[in-house]
């Protein structure tokens, strides 16, 4: 059995492949909505038994929160949990107290709005080996899911694209497709790639072709809002610390420059501060 902690953009397209798949999840859910729409090939509300912690009888756990809320949904974790998250550090704080935890790629598109959260984008979900049954029940309900030996390189590769267009489109409150679009965008968005791929090379993971692949990346969702800029806009906690704050961290453990990450964290720290005044 599954147990889901949150029910945002990527929690509720995990229950929708899950519905799908004719199951019924747990979901350990804080939005206050009393009931959750997914809008996939059609609109249909989500089908879960909420519950305040995963029951024992749980076998995985599927950490669907943003960064900075990863310690509370451990909390209510059971079995082992698998966690979707952006960016490099929830699962390594998971790690202290699960040592199983495992982690997972997803790179679908969905935008959510209050109760409501929609497809904009077919994309593929990553899982390592030790969760074949997740892979399974998430592919049985539609989902495109690939098992692979090791997922850090996937991890590590979405960072430097995670890095590249969320605080740009964060900052600019645009679309995706605006590092694409606009060179002056474009120029900053390659440099923090630039910047983040050294600092995943000196961690062991490079990434080929970064800048190519964040233009990819924007041009094949030029439509959709990035969850950092929706965070912004509706003044809540970014992941920032978990992207271009990692970008940072890693950066110094491995003595690799990373001015141009630093600069947009601390914009973005900065916009956040001002949202709470």
């Known amino acids: ?11 509720s397209l995990l229950a929708y492949f899950l519905n799908s798949a004719g199951m019924r999840p747990y979901a350990v859910v804080r939005t206050g909505c009393e009931r959750h729409v997914f809008c996939g090939e059609a609109c249909r509300e989500l089908d879960v038994e909420a519950v305040p912690r995963a029951p024992p009888s749980v076998k995985y756990t599927l950490i669907a929160v943003k960064g900075p809320d990863t310690q509370s949904a451990l909390e209510a974790a ?8 952006n960016g490099i550090g929830g699962l390594e704080t998971a790690r202290e107290r699960f040592p199983n935890a495992l982690g997972a790629v997803v790179t679908y598109g969905v935008y959510r709005e209050g109760c409501r959260a929609e497809l904009r984008g077919v994309g593929e979900i990553a899982l390592p080996r030790g969760a074949e049954e997740v892979a399974e029940a998430l592919e049985r309900g539609g989902a495109r ?7 850090e390189p996937l991890r590590w590769a979405k960072l430097v ?10 900052i600019l409150q645009a679309p995706n497709g605006v590092v694409a ?7 900053l968005a390659e440099r923090l790639a630039l910047e983040a791929a050294e600092v995943a090379k000196a961690a062991g993971h490079p990434v080929d072709d970064p800048a190519g692949a964040v233009a990819a990346v924007a041009r094949s969702t030029a439509k959709n809002i990035s969850s950092m800029a929706q965070d912004l806009a509706g003044c809540r906690p970014t992941e920032a610390d978990f992207i271009n704050g990692a970008v940072v961290r890693y950066g110094e453990k491995f003595g690799v420059p ?6 947009v964290y ?11 005044r």
């Open 161 to 170: 694209v995670n890095a590249a267009i969320n605080p740009v489109t964060a």
């Open 78 to 85: 059971a079995g082992t949990p698998v966690l979707f998250q």
């Open 266 to 276: 601390l914009t973005i720290k900065a916009l956040e501060a001002r949202c709470r």
């Open 258 to 263: 990373t001015p141009y990450n630093h600069a």
């Open 181 to 187: 679009e606009d060179p002056w965008a474009w120029a």
């Open 1 to 11: 059995m599954f147990a889901i902690v949150g029910l945002g953009a990527v929690g």
């Open 145 to 151: 899911v690939k098992v692979v030996e090791d997922v």
